[in-house]
T-cell receptor, first 109, second 113 residues
Framework: LAKTTQPISMDSYEGQEVNITCSHN???????ITWYQQFPSQGPRFIIQ???TKVTNEVASLFIPADRKSSTLSLPRVSLSDTAVYYC??????????FGPGTRLSVLP | DGGITQSPKYLFRKEGQNVTLSCEQN?????MYWYRQDPGQGLRLIYY???????QKGDIAEGYSVSREKKESFPLTVTSAQKNPTAFYLC????????????FGQGTRLTVV
């Protein structure tokens, strides 16, 4: 099971773009990269998922280089409500999902 | 509405008592998971089940037990053998297939006094 490494915390200001990078050097061929967001006392919520190159949805973008050993979650123009913990997971169906400590993002006014 | 439901939201129990946390999903998902989260920490996997009548231990299974008699239900029992059971418990489910989007319940906060 691929292990991931993310920054423990990040600070940003409202309106800025935030990029959170996740390292996963041992990613397997059939692994997907998935990001989740968690607010206090709530269950994590799916943000975005990708396999390679770039994926974009209404919330975020996910950039994955050709070697797939890292990925970057990009949140455009963050607001105070984006203050949360963000988790990067690397797995495929049938594996037990292992969550790391995540990145605690604080958005300041 | 489809979703995954955990109950109760808050649970208080006396030390030494077993307690069962409920997790139900109507998403027709094959796999279900139980996680524990301590304050300021990430999620740690307790048990998971990929099909009915089958489940595997996660990283911290000691002191916990589960059953998967129905596809939609995956209850977790916190036994008296669990040394420090006070925590936030999260249940999740995923569909079959190569992608891994997990749907989480809202959690149960268990306090043992």
């Amino acid at each position: 099971l691929a292990k991931t490494t993310q920054p423990i915390s990040m600070d940003s200001y409202e309106g800025q773009e935030v990029n959170i990078t996740c390292s996963h050097n041992n990613i397997a061929t059939n692994d997907y990269i998935t990001w989740y967001q968690q607010f206090p006392s709530q269950g994590p919520r799916f943000i975005i998922q990708g396999y390679k190159t770039k994926v974009t949805n209404e919330v975020a973008s996910l950039f994955i280089p050709a070697d797939r050993k890292s990925s970057t979650l990009s949140l455009p123009r963050v607001s105070l409500s984006d203050t949360a913990v963000y988790y990067c997971l690397v797995a495929n169906y049938g594996q037990n999902f292992v969550f790391g400590p995540g990145t605690r993002l604080s958005v300041l006014p | 509405d489809g979703g995954i439901t955990q109950s109760p939201k808050y649970l208080f129990r006396k030390e030494g008592q077993n307690v069962t946390l409920s997790c139900e999903q109507n998403l027709n998902h094959d796999a279900m998971y139980w996680y524990r989260q301590d304050p300021g920490q990430g999620l740690r996997l307790i048990y998971y089940s990929q099909i009915v009548n089958d489940f595997q231990k996660g990283d911290i299974a000691e002191g916990y037990s589960v059953s998967r008699e129905k596809k939609e239900s995956f209850p977790l029992t916190v036994t008296s053998a669990q040394k420090n059971p006070t925590a936030f418990y999260l249940c999740a489910s995923t569909p079959a297939g190569g992608d891994t989007e997990a749907f989480f319940g809202q959690g149960t906060r268990l306090t043992v006094v």
